[in-house]
């Protein structure tokens, strides 16, 4: 898939360096698929998956997220899904 733009929507709580919130992707398939791979570290929790008013499910492997969508994109056909997550993000070095 080809990533036109994220919608990030974030609380920041400085207090506790914790984030929560949720990043809409709009996307187009650049061929027939209804799985896709994101990448989010580890140490955040998805809350859920949204897409279309309708929870998607996902497996996580470390810090990728596998996404099933509830049916399968077209080639060029567009598409969105926003994942709402917290946690606390790693400290840059």
Same mark, same amino acid.
Do not use: C, M
């Given at each position: 898939?080809?990533?036109?733009?994220?919608?990030?929507?974030?609380?920041?709580?400085?207090?506790?360096?914790?984030?929560?919130?949720?990043?809409?992707?709009?996307? !187009?398939?650049?061929?027939?698929?209804?799985?896709?791979?994101?990448?989010?570290?580890?140490?955040?929790?998805?809350?859920?998956?949204?897409?279309?008013?309708?929870?998607?499910?996902? !497996?996580?492997?470390?810090?990728?997220?596998?996404?099933?969508?509830?049916?399968?994109?077209?080639?060029?056909?567009?598409?969105?899904?926003?994942?709402?997550?917290?946690? !606390?993000?790693?400290?840059?070095?």
């Amino acid at each position: 898939f080809d990533v036109h733009y994220y919608d990030l929507h974030l609380t920041v709580n400085d207090q506790y360096r914790t984030i929560a919130g949720y990043n809409t992707i709009y996307a !187009k398939a650049v061929s027939p698929h209804q799985r896709i791979q994101l990448d989010l570290f580890a140490n955040l929790q998805v809350d859920s998956i949204i897409s279309k008013g309708k929870q998607l499910t996902f !497996k996580r492997d470390s810090n990728a997220l596998f996404v099933h969508l509830p049916t399968q994109v077209s080639a060029n056909e567009y598409y969105s899904l926003s994942v709402y997550y917290q946690g !606390k993000p790693k400290t840059a070095i």
